[in-house]
């Protein structure tokens, strides 16, 4: 036990583990709190509750296996309490190393063999780049260049999921949860995180949340700025040109309010714009990758109107920013943003902001090869949640530890390198064996010992 207490890890994990157990609502909940972190913690190949039953209590696995299934799958503790918590926490060693810069949404995906998972269907899984059974949750993150940190997640339920009443039940989706889209889930966790007073970032999405035009506009609306992807196809007015005037009122009848567009003066697409500038419109940036990581590539960028059904509005849309980056080797434009930050920005500032969503791409990386933040095995709307919270949960206390480990050691606090995983214990989490643990969980959830406390 030598290296807890030269390090002091383990100390800073109590204390940890005490702010977490102060929000969610029972003592008795501290230990599963605090094995289920740690197993999240450790190396190896599966962060699945066997193993991890296994390693923090190998003298009585069996009840331990029980006790953590039960407190992931149908303990009654709020996760939003739990993330707030974890936020509080973490944000100000986040902010050592400079201010919130961003907030980021994003949504990733979970391959799932299956129907039974819940929100489980056949959509875009960025995790394998294609359309695959799976499922996804979106999220909200804080961020600047150290890091980021999740402080909303919540799963996408297909609309097929949130209309079958029978599946719904089964998977314990909630009464009060109703189909919503992506981009829909997406403001309402950026309503709560302005009602909670969070520390305000400029709203970075890629064009799967960007192309929401209503999204773009009630982000405005809450007084946050965005850099937002739009697709090629994207319509705006140049600068200095906008939609025509209402025709003059003729006196018979109402007068007209609305904007117009005719053959003559109409908007374009976006990647019309981009082909249509000249040279010296493009610019080699140069943004950061992290602390000591620099990428270059070619941006032109320009003041532009989005163009989107003026022709229904009174008023034409306010001017913005339109960022195009073609780099050297393409034969066109790849990425397109519109943005409402300054119009006085400097163009490296502008990239640089727009390309810090590299950030969360990496982190969820991390999430998911370090943390288990996939490795999830049962069914259940709840379970799925609470094990997501306790990877965030887990993931924060390692970034509150980075600044104490040395770069060339593993990226884990010293105490948790004490536990082993027992030489005759082999994790589940093989494809042969996905089904056999999937139909225990749920054995196990249909005669849950009513003594446990959730």
């Known amino acids: 036990m030598g290296s807890r207490s030269k ?7 109590a204390a940890y583990v005490d702010g977490l157990v102060s929000v969610i609502g029972h003592a008795d909940r501290a230990k599963p709190l605090r094995d289920y972190c740690v197993g999240l913690m450790l190396p190896g190949e599966r962060k699945s509750v066997e193993p991890m039953a296994a390693i923090t209590s190998p003298e009585r696995t069996a009840a331990q296996h029980q006790s953590l299934l039960h407190f992931v799958g149908t303990g009654g503790w709020s996760d939003e309490k739990v993330l707030a918590k974890v936020r509080e926490m973490v944000q100000p060693k986040i902010e050592r190393h400079g201010p919130i810069e961003a907030w980021i949404i994003d949504d990733t995906g979970f391959p799932k063999k299956g129907r039974h998972s819940v929100g489980v269907a056949r959509q875009y899984c960025g995790q394998l780049g294609k359309q695959d059974n799976c499922q996804v949750a979106v999220s909200l993150s804080i961020a600047n260049q150290h890091a980021s940190l999740p402080i909303a997640y919540r799963l996408y339920l297909p609309q097929s999921w949130a209309e079958e009443e029978e599946r719904r039940e089964k998977a314990g989706v909630p009464k009060d949860v109703v189909f919503q889209t992506k981009p829909e889930i997406a403001l309402e966790q950026i309503r709560s995180a302005c009602e909670a007073d969070i520390e305000r970032g400029v709203v970075l999405m890629d064009a ?31 600068t200095g040109m906008g939609p025509l005037p209402p025709k003059k ?22 990647k019309e714009l981009a082909l249509s500038l000249p040279n010296q419109a493009w610019r080699n940036v140069k943004w950061r990758e992290g602390s000591a990581d620099f990428l270059t590539s070619r941006f032109a960028r320009l003041r532009v ?18 960022l195009i980056e073609w780099p050297d080797d393409e034969s066109e434009p790849t990425k397109y943003w519109f943005s409402t930050l300054p119009e006085n ?22 999430l998911k090869q370090e943390v288990g933040l996939g490795h999830y095995e049962g069914r259940g709307w709840r379970g799925f949640h609470h094990h997501a919270t306790l990877c965030i949960a887990a993931y924060g206390f390692l970034i509150s530890e980075r600044e104490t480990i040395p770069p060339s050691r593993p990226r884990r606090p010293a105490f948790v390198k004490e536990f082993a995983l027992p030489k005759n214990q082999k994790p589940r989490g093989a494809p042969a064996q996905n089904r056999a643990s999937h139909a225990e969980f749920d054995r196990y959830h249909a005669a849950a010992p009513c003594e446990w406390i959730g």
């Open 345 to 366: 920005i400097s163009f490296r500032a502008l990239v640089d902001l727009t390309k810090l969503r590299w950030r969360i791409e990496r982190d969820y990386q991390e």
């Open 305 to 322: 109107r989005p163009a989107h059904r003026d022709y229904w509005l009174s008023e034409p849309h306010a001017e913005e920013w339109l």
């Open 208 to 238: 799967g949340y960007g192309a929401d035009t209503t999204l773009r506009k009630e982000v405005t609306a809450l007084g946050l700025r965005y850099v937002a992807g739009i697709l090629p196809s994207t319509s705006a007015w140049p």
């Open 249 to 270: 009122w003729s006196g018979n009848g109402r007068p007209t309010k609305l904007m117009r567009r005719d053959d003559k003066h109409k908007p374009c697409s976006v």
């Open 7 to 13: 390090d002091g890890s383990e100390a800073r994990f």
